[in-house]
């Protein structure tokens, strides 16, 4: 059974507008974590571009590292985390600081969907040598192994559309009776604290008997993990009906009516006329339409949220705040630090700042300035001519030292916005951001400048 404990705490809620709160996440090796905070992605265990000695715990990563299964399950018979385990935690593997706190979930934060459908007892998860299926019953044994601070149990997410559209009656059936059994198995058998999962794309309606699931088990329950994308938040207008019936079809005979009678009650309500329900996107612009249903099948305890699923920018993370998601995925930095940005945005905005600067850009080759502006007393002090020539020369110092930037300016970001919150300014400098950065689309220019400007820079040019 679920043994190890947690607490969660709130501090401070805004009064209007929105739901963001600040909160103290109390895990049970003694380390506690101020929300909202990001969790640092990782790689086969260790942050992207650092190396142990590299990575400060209070600068860098002072929430948490996701660790994925998925970077440890080339042998399914006998997954890396699970050999020659002794007295030690297999999370002596991982190239992390040995007092780091570890979210130990299945896959990490991609765009990339699992393509396989999962079976009864078998979940497809990508691996370093293809899709390989993992036996159920081998991911209580391999969180018991690792002892993270956190895991996130599994749950039936294969066949997803990449643009929110919910599966078909059929799948939705099955994801609903495999994530309560991959639930309740974990419940049953981690000795660590469990997160639940709440399944992807499916509207509250569809998920109802999982969440009854979550309710009867809410003791052994520390947080919710939502996997949704989050720029389904930002552009909600880009996402489409989710209803996948078609009305106009009639039954030829009473086999046929059968059949369309429990695709309806699979699937969801219907109208007077028979005809399902139209189901619309809610579910994916905001974890209320769960709670509200987790309250009415009677969760008694207020548990915090964690948005495990990409979210590409600092704009998503203010607005998946507001919506009272307390840890965010911090996949993002990878993303700017590779791409040869500079982060410089503050939080509350500055006026008249820019969000950041990309290093490959010829401009910065004479640029002795700062990597920041915004004159945050920084652990990096180098100049930007130097990161130029850094990136010009390949040399991997480079993203070393723009992957450091990166996290602590997003851990001042961060505390920015506790601030913010407590007191009681949140909602109007999320709108001050907004104005002074513009939105994803224009600060993610900075990335696609990076991807066009690399190929002028050493590649072509036979310097290898």
């Known amino acids: 059974m679920n043994i190890a404990k947690m607490t969660f705490e709130v501090a401070k809620t805004v009064a209007s507008g929105s739901a963001a709160r600040t909160a ?130 599994p749950a039936d997410a294969s066949g997803l559309s990449p643009s929110g559209a919910c599966p078909g009656s059929n799948k939705v059936k099955k994801m609903v009776m495999r994530s309560q059994r991959w639930l309740e198995k974990c419940v049953a058998d981690v000795k660590v604290p469990i997160y639940a999962s709440i399944l992807p794309t499916l509207p509250v309606l569809h998920q109802k008997e999982y969440l009854k699931t979550v309710v009867e088990n809410q003791d052994k329950i520390n947080g919710l993990v939502f996997h949704t994308r989050a720029e389904h938040s930002e552009y909600p207008d880009q996402t489409i009906d989710l209803s996948r019936f078609d009305s106009t079809r009639k039954p030829t005979d009473a086999a046929a009516a059968e059949s369309a009678a429990r695709k309806a009650a699979a699937q969801g309500p219907t109208d007077g006329n028979g005809n399902p329900l139209d189901v619309k996107t809610e579910h994916l612009t905001g974890p209320k339409p769960v709670l509200d249903e987790l309250k009415n099948l ?93 990136l010009d020369a390949h040399e991997m110092l480079g993203h070393v030292i723009l992957e450091q930037h990166n996290l602590e300016i997003y851990n001042r970001f961060l505390a920015g916005v506790r601030r913010s919150i407590e007191a009681g300014t949140f909602d109007a400098d999320v709108k001050d951001f907004f104005e002074v950065y513009g939105d994803s689309k224009l600060v993610l220019k900075l990335v696609e400048m990076g991807e066009k400007l690399q190929g002028s820079h050493g590649a072509d040019k036979d310097r290898f």
């Open 24 to 153: 103290t996440l109390n895990l049970s090796n003694g380390n506690s974590i101020a929300t909202p905070a990001f969790i640092t992605t990782s790689s086969r265990g260790c942050v992207p571009n650092l190396t142990p000695d590299n990575v400060n715990v209070d600068k860098h990563v002072p929430g948490a590292v996701a660790v994925g299964l998925e970077d440890f399950v080339e042998r399914p018979q006998a997954p890396l985390l699970l050999k020659d385990v002794g007295d030690e935690p297999s999370r002596t593997r991982f190239s992390l600081p040995e007092e780091v706190n570890i979210f130990l979930q299945t896959r990490r934060p991609s765009n990339v969907l699992p393509n396989k459908p999962n079976g009864r007892n078998m979940l497809s998860m990508y691996s370093s040598v293809g899709v390989v299926d993992i036996d159920i019953d081998q991911f209580p044994l391999m969180a018991n192994a690792v002892a993270p601070e956190v895991f996130v149990a």
């Open 298 to 390: 009677g969760m008694g305890k207020t548990m915090p949220l964690y948005h495990s699923g990409q979210c590409d920018t600092p704009q998503q993370m203010l607005l998946l705040i507001q919506q009272g998601f307390d840890l965010l995925s911090g996949y993002s930095v990878e993303t700017f630090s590779d791409a040869g940005v500079a982060l410089d945005f503050t939080f509350p905005a500055t006026p008249g700042a820019v969000f950041g600067h990309n290093l490959w850009d010829p401009k910065f080759k004479n640029d002795f300035s700062p990597l920041a502006d915004s004159n945050q007393a920084l652990s990096a002090p180098h100049h930007r001519a130097y990161l130029y020539h850094l």
